[in-house]
T-cell receptor, first 111, second 116 residues
Framework: SQQGEEDPQALSIQEGENATMNCSYK?????LQWYRQNSGRGLVHLIL?????REKHSGRLRVTLDTSKKSSSLLITASRAADTASYFC???????????FGPGTRLSVLP | DSGVTQTPKHLITATGQRVTLRCSPR?????VYWYQQSLDQGLQFLIQ???????AKGNILERFSAQQFPDLHSELNLSSLELGDSALYFC???????????????FGEGSRLTVL
């Protein structure tokens, strides 16, 4: 079973709007990471948040982490058509364990 | 450009055949990870190597095997191929930090395998 589960599975918004994606996980983690994948391409790392952090920003991205609820959210502000992609959260539990990716959220930003 | 190189980019083969996918990690990265991405299974972790040694194992079939060589490049061998093995196979690399702190993964562009 998946460690991370993104929600929603698909999201369609207009350019300029904000997009919020959520990730829930099941066990304790070392850190949680968000990745973007353009269709048929490799995944690109967006942001990493450690288990002792609650919020991080990077440009138009804002990530929050709530370890008590075992959940994270990714907010993309002022979205652009170029943000159209699939977004994945990945968690890693302990040293020597593997990164586990959720099924992803497909974001479509309409011009 | 992530710095991770995967070859071949595309591969078409027949059922029962064997193929080898190759990955060169980013310069300085000691860890290599292999993932399989298919439409119905999502991104599945297969195996991780660290400095030539197997570090973690996921849902890798017995028909699949991998290794990491002294120069740190890695190969994923897929044998007795079945239609269901058609997928994108990604390699990723990372620098594992101290005390179990893992950094980001850098992904290659993938090898698209089609089994006919």
């Amino acid at each position: 079973s998946q460690q991370g589960e993104e929600d929603p599975q698909a999201l369609s918004i207009q350019e300029g709007e904000n997009a919020t994606m959520n990730c829930s996980y099941k066990t304790s983690i070392n850190n949680l990471q968000w990745y973007r994948q353009n269709s048929g391409r490799g995944l690109v790392h967006l942001i990493l948040i450690r288990s002792n952090e609650r919020e991080k920003h990077s440009g138009r991205l804002r990530v929050t982490l709530d370890t008590s609820k075992k959940s994270s959210s990714l907010l993309i502000t002022a979205s652009r058509a170029a943000d159209t992609a699939s977004y994945f959260c990945a968690t890693i539990k302990n040293y020597g364990q593997n990164f586990v990716f959720g099924p992803g959220t497909r974001l479509s930003v309409l011009p | 450009d992530s710095g991770v190189t995967q070859t071949p980019k595309h591969l078409i083969t027949a059922t029962g055949q064997r193929v080898t996918l190759r990955c060169s990690p980013r310069s300085g990265d000691l860890s290599v990870y292999w993932y399989q991405q298919s439409l119905d299974q999502g991104l599945q972790f297969l195996i991780q190597y660290y400095n030539g040694e197997e570090r973690a194992k996921g849902n890798i079939l017995e028909r699949f095997s991998a290794q990491q060589f002294p120069d740190l490049h890695s190969e994923l061998n897929l044998s007795s191929l079945e239609l269901g093995d058609s997928a994108l196979y990604f390699c990723a690399s990372s620098v594992e930090g101290l005390a179990g702190v893992h950094g980001e993964l850098f992904f290659g562009e993938g090898s698209r395998l089609t089994v006919l």
